[in-house]
């Protein structure tokens, strides 16, 4: 920067006098600071919305379980994948974007639902949880500068968290049905709502950390991150 703006400073000074010459550099160099800024905020809303868009596509894709009411769900593959490749701040951003899109009525939820019934209903607590998870699991990623182990390390309490809200909020609803207290329905639902998805997020994870690994360090050499 201190050469580009000598170089500029002896082109003008052929031009101008001195005085002019500096406001000239001053004035070139905020318009330019400026266009910097615009063009860094460009690229950081085109991956936020880029990614936000990889969570509306794989969200909605599931398998559900005829003894649980919790469906096998790729939207915390996609979570990972976004604060991975984003980082804590813009990659929660990105999760909450797909919240605010499918709680409007826009079916990008699991099996293809929306709308605020779907937060409220078994599956509300995962939902929320998520929002924890992306961020537990974006500052481990950042504050490591992606290190797999670390990393790792925050893919694992991030669910964890996720799991307990999800737990809780299942738990509830089942003592509803039940008329049990929520504290009697936690084995059941901890039985139901995570029991049955913890080998299959730990491949997600494992793919998490492979994949995203790479496109970080591609991000990052194209200047986009």
Do not use: H
Not at 12 to 31: A, G, M, P
Not at 112 to 139: D, E, N, Q, V
Request: net charge positive.
């Amino acid at each position: 920067m201190q050469a580009k703006i000598t170089y500029l400073y002896l082109i003008f000074l052929l031009t101008f006098d001195s005085n002019n010459c500096k406001l000239i550099i001053k004035y070139w160099l905020t318009i330019e600071w400026r266009m910097d800024i615009m063009n860094s905020k460009t690229k950081e809303i085109t991956l936020i919305g880029l990614m936000t868009a990889v969570t509306c596509i794989a969200g909605p894709l599931s398998l559900p379980l005829p003894f649980s009411p919790v469906p096998i769900s790729l939207t915390n593959l996609a979570i990972y994948f976004s604060v991975y490749i984003l980082g804590m701040r813009r990659g929660t951003i990105s999760y909450l974007v797909y919240l605010l899109l499918g709680f409007v009525g826009l079916p990008v939820f699991s099996a293809f639902t929306s709308g605020p019934a779907k937060l409220f209903g078994p599956t509300g607590g995962y939902l929320i949880g998520f929002i924890f998870m992306a961020l537990i699991c974006g500052y481990c990623i950042d504050r490591w500068n992606g290190q797999t182990a670390m990393s790792l390390v925050g893919m694992l309490a991030g669910t964890a968290v996720m799991y307990i809200f999800g737990t809780v909020w299942l738990a509830y609803q089942m003592s509803k049905g039940s008329g049990q207290n929520i504290t009697a329905a936690l084995p059941a639902a901890f039985a139901a709502g995570v029991l049955p998805f913890i080998v299959g997020d730990l491949a997600k994870m494992a793919l998490a950390l492979l994949v995203g690994s790479q496109v970080r360090i591609r991000v990052r050499k194209a200047a986009l991150n």
